[in-house]
């Protein structure tokens, strides 16, 4: 049988495919190959006709995206004839346009703007003087103390960039180091910067900054006699940030054991400049009377943290002392006639703990509680002291003694002032975390009752807050359930039941524990965490 399909041609592209007869082929085998071959060279031109109409239709689109960039350009430079109230204004409501500028379009915008200051009359006038830079610093970010108020500035991993760029433009404007000791606005802007790049683990610039506007730093006679300046030496080239020390156990887990990560905060390296900087400094400012005037509570906070990275517990202590004790014969300290703050004692309980001496540590900050009745930003200290016995919580009844006594201290503080021990997320996550490994149901109903109450009071409750909340209910439900007490389990979630999506899910919570009847211990899924579907922490 002969088959004569010459007349039918198709082409795919510029390649030509023909079917020539074929002799003596079966005629079933033929037909398939034949269908095969059409459905392929029909799909294969739908892709080519896809094709080109994707293109014909993208290009048209790209002149919007086009015309949107253009004007968005255009805003950024008539940005500049506004005052600086709607400069400040626009950039709030529109942080986009901060976001691509290079260094000159983004500062040069913001030094026009401060043209119309009638303090300053022309750009000349205000760049010609060294605090012209600060000013200019208040007006692009009026919070500028945290780096993390520059994030809604810029896009994700943008922030250390943007420093950059303003303090190039900075070493622009004031290239050359005045002739003898900086100014305090130099000083300033020195101190602002290096903190920034600290806050973004960037100490290699916060250093260089350090070096470049204020000198070298093992010269400390020729160093400026100013209080701020002397504590970013310290945080800088002496250890007195300790969210860069390396912590060889960080949190104690079940059964005692500890974790122990690598560090606290991801840096190549936290050097020092040495333990006997350190003391020349602490002698500068101990004997010196020029010296003495830069003396305050923030820099004997950062004196001691520095102390402690260099393991001198002893002038730790020594140093701690001079607010509530006469000087001690082995140091010769001189007492001190500055007023403490919650965030000093909290230095020297950090100091302690990090070194595995919590019990040390607390006493020590108990004696500035007995000597002072009022201590200005004690919850600080609290929160520090409770997220502390968290991670460094020894186990059995030592364990216990400690957070009883320290929550007792609490309660009795803010009760002798009148006033209510108020709520803390920080005091609540740690105090329950000390309770469930304890596995103490005195305690978690103490933390509900006496600390978390006021969270009922609030008209809306965080979300953080009530996965909390909810947790501690959960491991109070868990615990009765076990003891086979599930009609006290009930009255319980009927009494303590943030809102009704909070009872439903521990009476769930009653019925899956009451089924399974487990005796073990309690774990993320059994209180309650997998009702929530979130981690607590």
Sequence with gaps: MMVDFSPSRRRMGTQELSLKPQVETPGIKLLAVMFCRYHLIRQLKQVQAASRTRYAHSVPQSRPTLKERLAALHEKQQLSLLPPDAVKRVSENNPAVLIDCDARTLLQLFLAALQTDPQKTTLSELLSQEEGFSVFIHRLLPTYTPSSDLKHLVSKDGTTALLQKLYGFYREQFADAPIGRPSPGRLHDANSFARWFMAESKLRLARTVFAELVGNPTELAKLPRDTETIITLLQLHLGAKHIFWRDPGNSVGRGGQLFTPAHMAVVTAYNSLGEETLLRLLRLLQSDPQWKSV?????????????????????????????????????GLPSTPLLPDGALVGAVVTAFAFKHQLAQGLAIAYQFLDRF?????????????????????????????????????????????????????????????????????????????????????????????????????????????????????????DQWALDSEARSHLLEHIAARASSRTDADDDDAGDGLYLTGAPLW
């Design 295 to 331: 003396c305050s509570p923030d820099l004997d906070r950062n004196i001691i943290l520095a102390l402690a990275f260099h393991n001198r517990l002893d002038l730790v202590h020594a140093q701690a002392a001079r607010y509530y004790a006469p000087a001690a014969p082995g140091h």
């Design 373 to 493: 009745t009022h201590l200005p930003n004690e919850h600080e200290l609290w929160k520090i002291i409770f997220t502390w016995l968290a991670r460094r919580h020894p186990t059995g009844s030592q364990g216990a003694a400690l957070y009883d006594e320290a929550w007792s201290k609490m309660r009795t503080r803010y009760a002798e002032h009148g006033q209510p021990t108020p709520y803390d997320y920080s005091i609540a996550r740690a105090s329950y975390r000390i309770v469930r490994r304890d596995s103490s149901l005195r305690r978690v109903r103490a933390l509900l009752n006496d600390y978390m109450s006021p969270l009922y009071q609030q008209p809306a409750v965080a979300p953080r807050d009530r996965l909390l909340l909810l947790k501690c209910q959960a491991h109070i439900v868990g615990r009765l359930v076990r003891a086979r007490r599930n009609s006290a389990a009930a009255d319980f979630v």
